[in-house]
């Protein structure tokens, strides 16, 4: 299994920043996918998610309006896009996979119910 997050790097606040995550190893559609960061000194916290076929998506309060979540199962990708970052925005990015039958709002945002992760991707925002 494996996930491989790309596309971070350093933006100047107000800018854009687009993440793609490639998946492989376990059947992508049958997962729900999930992004997450980490600041430094901080604790991971849950960004935005995605249920398997796309007809779902979820944001953290301070992300909505500014991120996008999409997936494509035919290619294995989930991305993310970053619109008006912040210096806030500011850490590792993470995408996850969650093997869930059901869910809920709480579950989907509870990186303890994610299966699969990522290596991470820088995000530095600079003011």
């Known amino acids: 299994v494996q996930l491989v997050e790309s596309g971070g790097g350093l933006v100047q606040a107000g800018g854009s920043l687009r993440l793609s995550c490639a998946a492989s190893?376990?059947?992508?559609?049958?997962?729900?996918m999930g992004w997450f960061r980490q600041a430094p000194g901080k604790e991971r916290e849950f960004v935005a998610a995605i249920t398997w076929s796309g007809g779902s998506t979820y944001y953290a309060a301070s992300e909505k309006g500014r991120f996008t979540v999409d997936r494509d199962n035919t290619k294995n990708t989930v991305s993310l896009q970053m619109n008006s970052l912040k210096p806030e925005d500011t850490a590792v990015y993470y995408c996850?996979?969650?093997?869930?039958?059901?869910?809920?709002?709480?579950?989907?945002?509870?990186?303890?119910?994610?299966?699969?992760w990522g290596q991470g991707t820088q995000v530095t925002v600079s003011s």
């Open positions: 996850a996979a969650a093997l869930l039958l059901i869910y809920t709002e709480a579950i989907i945002k509870s990186d303890s119910r994610y299966d699969y």
């Open positions: 190893g376990f059947t992508f559609s049958n997962y729900i």
